[in-house]
């Protein structure tokens, strides 16, 4: 079945370092990918997405580029921030019913 | 336009109590997913509604769950004589019905705690 790994936290980085949040999948067919933030204590909000190869999904310098070849969906930004903390989950979706497959999640700290 | 709206936000039953939750989609949207999130770990998928439907209920417990999306009001998940491994929090997202976006938009979540 349909899977997504992403890899192992939590991460804990200084403001205005670079980000890069690994995350592979498998999957039949041609899945969307999504990268979705949890603040705490609230839901999960979507950042970015990606709906086939080569694609780019970007939001608030946030970017993800969808690699077929690799089956990857790597999370990166160029500087982080504090208020950028947060858990950060890699999904697919596919098939016609459009169920999320997550991964489980990374947390990020960012330390002024 | 009010988002995917869940409540209680917070629900605490003891042991062989029942626990519903509400869930609200955003205005026309018809698609409703629940999903539970135990400690430490990501969101798995529950089950599928529309309208009066259940269209996919592959990740729903055999027993004691069980979910509806009716004509009129919110979706409901239902567990029936909670146990403690039921304490999680259960999040509802919601999709409009044009199959050209299959963006799903999350509720705030309900965190069940099971004494």
């Known amino acids: 079945g349909d899977s997504v790994t992403q890899m192992e936290g939590p991460v804990t980085l200084s403001e205005e370092a670079f980000l890069t949040i690994n995350c592979t999948y498998t999957?039949?067919?041609?899945?969307?990918l999504f990268w979705y933030v949890q603040y705490p204590g609230e839901g999960l909000q979507l950042l970015l997405k990606?709906?086939?190869?080569?694609d780019k999904g970007s939001n608030k310098g946030f970017e993800a580029t969808y690699r077929k070849e690799t089956t990857s969906f790597h999370l990166e930004k160029g500087s982080v921030q504090v208020s950028d903390s947060a858990v950060y989950f890699c999904?697919?979706?596919?098939?016609?019913?459009?169920?999320?497959?997550f991964g489980k999640g990374i947390t990020l700290s960012v330390r002024p | 336009n009010a988002g995917v709206m869940q409540n209680p936000r917070h629900l605490v039953r003891r042991r062989g109590q029942e626990a519903r939750l509400r869930c609200s989609p955003m205005?026309?949207?018809?698609?409703v997913y629940w999903y539970r999130q135990l400690p430490e770990e990501g969101l798995k998928f529950m089950v599928y509604l529309q309208k009066e439907n259940i269209i996919d209920e592959s990740g729903m417990p055999k027993e004691r769950f069980s979910a509806e999306f009716p004509k009129e009001g919110p979706s409901i998940l239902r567990i029936q004589q909670v146990v403690r491994g039921d304490s999680a929090a259960y999040f509802c997202?919601?999709?409009?019905?044009?199959?050209?976006?299959?963006?799903?938009?999350f509720g705030p979540g309900t965190r069940l705690t099971v004494l």
């Open positions: 205005k026309g949207h018809s698609h």
């Open positions: 997202a919601s999709s409009p019905p044009s199959r050209a976006s299959d963006t799903q938009y």
């Open positions: 999904a697919l979706s596919s098939g016609a019913n459009s169920k999320l497959t």
């Open positions: 999957a039949t067919g041609y899945p969307s």
């Open positions: 990606a709906t086939k190869a080569d």
